[in-house]
């Protein structure tokens, strides 16, 4: 996978059983705002945590792997 030097956004779909769209803001000039450690695997911080209608998703990626919180 190859990536900007300078990511803007992070897109993905969502570990959970609904599968939905997860927008993670990469730019540390607004909040709130994810860091990619590593690319390959994927560890990104702090954790993501949406709330939805079909309930929520709270969750870190950390080392390619989804850990549920």
């Avoid at 000039?29 to 954790?47: G, K």
């Amino acid at each position: 996978m190859a990536f900007d030097k300078h990511p803007k956004w992070l897109a993905f779909d969502c570990p959970c059983k609904d599968r939905h769209r997860v927008l993670l803001n990469l730019n540390p000039n607004r909040q709130p705002a994810w860091t990619i450690h590593t690319q390959a695997p994927l560890t990104i911080t702090p954790s993501i945590d949406e709330t939805r209608a079909s309930g929520r998703c709270h969750y870190f990626l950390q080392n390619g792997q989804v850990v549920w919180v």
